[in-house]
């Protein structure tokens, strides 16, 4: 796995705080909402979303990132195995995180598990579309240095060390978990980040 220990100053010193408000904008909770962020790092989505009137809880396996606690209701756990009861979210949101995992089926599964049904299932990964050479060339465009640079460079690395999924290769992932993809958009530059929007198919009513 990757060091990410940087991930205080990448969430409040670079674009990348920019990025996560849009993808929380993207994200759209309903007020009363509850939410779990799971990868939260030092937790600048949970803030954000809480910010609607939501109830939201981060996860991430880190427990360095944790401490740094941008927002209040931080915990230690890991992506595949997530310690709450099904049904038990209205929405799920994971940010550059599925894309690092070695199972993304698996975790999924686990993210689907405690959706409640017609609840949603909010995604950022790297598009196909990142890459050194396209980032390095935004890097110059945008005459970015320091952190704003290398936190740019080091995505595109990741990226191109583990998934880059396209739209339908997306809808595949959720079709496995049980989800409806219902959104994919390219956001970010020229389109770095994929948002994709998955919802869990509401209960069906049984005739009696
Ligand atoms: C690239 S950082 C993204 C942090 C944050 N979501 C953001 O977009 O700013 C990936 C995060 O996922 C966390 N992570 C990686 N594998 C994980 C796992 N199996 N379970 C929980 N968190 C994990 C890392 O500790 C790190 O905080």
Redesign the pocket.
Known sequence: ?PD?SN?LE??TRTP?GRT?ADFADFCAPPPDSVILD????PG??PLLLAQSGSRSLG????FG?LAARLAPNLAQ????RLPFPAEAFDLVTA???LF??DDPAAALREWARILRPGGSLCL?NPSDCLSLASAGTIAQERKLDGASRESLLGWARNAEEHARWTESETGALFAEAGLILAESVLRVGPGFARFSRGRKPAAQAHPT
Do not use: E, I, P, T
């Open positions: 796995m990410f991930f990448v969430q990348w996560l799971v990868g939260c790092g600048l989505l996860v991430d396996l880190d990132l756990a890991g992506a595949l940010s550059n995180v690092l995992l950022l």
